[in-house]
């Protein structure tokens, strides 16, 4: 069973960046495609961006195309969702996400393997 820990949330202010990496253990990381998910307080969790296993595919919800780019490194078990240009409706618990097969996982209830979270809030 893979382990996924994200690290890197925290608070910024409307129109910052931060960088989220989530570490994966196992041998079984480059075989797999992987995802961000969000979850906002009394709202479902929903994609933010996938990747297929060779990062040569990557999908973006609508909301955050153009200002989150997502990638992988299978050389070190590591994803990354880098966030510019954010806004107050991206605060969210950011989960890092593996999928059930090469392509990117697209909705949560296919996920295989969960991080625990992290915390970004974006003051306006």
């Known amino acids: 069973q893979v382990q996924l820990v994200e690290s890197g949330g925290g608070l910024v202010q409307a129109g910052g960046s931060l960088r989220l990496s989530c570490a994966a253990s196992?041998?079984?990381?480059?075989?797999?495609?992987m995802g961000w998910f969000r979850q906002a307080p009394g709202k479902e969790r929903v994609l933010v961006a996938s990747?297929?296993?060779?990062?040569?595919?990557?999908k973006y919800a609508d909301s955050v195309k153009g200002r989150f780019t997502i990638s992988r490194d299978n050389a070190k078990n590591t994803v990354s969702l880098q966030m510019n240009s954010l806004k107050p409706e991206d605060t969210a618990l950011y989960y890092c996400?593996?999928?059930?097969?090469?392509?990117?996982?697209?909705?949560?209830?296919?996920?295989?393997?969960w991080g625990q979270g992290t915390q970004v809030t974006v003051s306006s």
């Open positions: 996400a593996q999928g059930p097969s090469p392509t990117g996982p697209t909705i949560a209830t296919i996920v295989t393997a």
């Open positions: 196992g041998r079984t990381f480059r075989f797999y495609g």
């Open positions: 990747i297929n296993l060779t990062g040569g595919v990557t």
